[in-house]
C-alpha cells in the first residue's frame, strides 16, 4: 500500500503519523530531501529547500507498503489513498506562529488552507475515490493518528470535500 498523509504545513502531518502503529515504512519526505538531496537549490525569499519534485518520485519509485509524510506528498505517483490533514486557518496561522512562522508566511498558509490548494491538487492528481480529508481543528494528535489508521485499515471511506474554510477569504 502507498499512502500520501499530506495537508498545508501546521495540520500535524509529522505528529499524527509519529504516532500510527503500522507496519508501513513511515518516511518523512522533508527530512529525505535534505539527507538524499532531492532538491535543485534554495529559494533565498523563503529560506527553504525547492524539491525535485521528479527526484522525489524517482526516490519512491516501485516501493510499495509506504506511508509519506509531507506537505508534498499528494505529488507521488501511484498512491492508493492520500489523507489531507486539514485545519481552521485562524487556528493554523495560530499554530505556525508559536512554532516560529512568521506572521506573513502564517497568513500565506493559512489562505491556502482556506482555498484548499492541497486538498484539490490531491483530488485532481488521484480523484476523489482515493482522497480522505482529516479535520484537525479540535482533535488530539492521537485522534488523529486514529482517523489516519482507520483509512490504513480500510475502515473509513473516502471523504473530499467534506470541510470548507472559505468563509476565512
Known amino acids: 500500500m502507498r ?12 505528529t499524527a503519523t509519529g504516532r500510527l502503529d503500522t507496519a508501513l515504512d513511515v518516511a518523512h ?10 532538491y535543485d537549490g534554495v529559494d533565498a ?17 516501485g516501493r510499495e507498503d509506504v506511508l509519506v509524510e509531507s506537505h508534498l506528498a ?9 489523507v489531507v490533514l486539514r485545519c481552521a486557518p485562524e487556528t493554523l496561522a ?11 508566511k502564517a497568513a500565506e498558509n493559512a489562505d491556502s ?14 480523484g476523489a475515490d482515493a482522497v480522505y480529508e482529516i479535520d484537525t481543528t479540535d482533535r488530539s494528535p492521537d485522534a488523529v493518528a486514529a482517523a489516519i489508521q482507520a483509512v490504513l485499515d480500510g475502515d473509513r471511506e473516502p471523504s473530499a470535500g467534506t470541510v470548507d474554510y472559505t468563509d476565512y477569504v
Open 45 to 61: 525569499d523563503r529560506g527553504s529547500k525547492i524539491v525535485d519534485v521528479d527526484a522525489v518520485r524517482d526516490h519512491f519509485a
Open 94 to 104: 495560530t499554530r505556525l506562529q508559536d512554532r516560529g512562522d512568521s506572521p506573513e
Open 74 to 82: 499528494h505529488r507521488l505517483d501511484d498512491l492508493d489513498a492520500v
Open 29 to 38: 519526505l522533508n527530512d529525505l530531501v535534505g539527507t538524499e538531496g532531492l
Open 3 to 14: 499512502v500520501a498523509v499530506t495537508g498545508t504545513p501546521g495540520t500535524g502531518k509529522t
Open 113 to 126: 488552507e482556506a482555498l484548499a490548494i492541497i486538498l484539490s491538487e490531491a483530488v485532481r492528481g488521484h
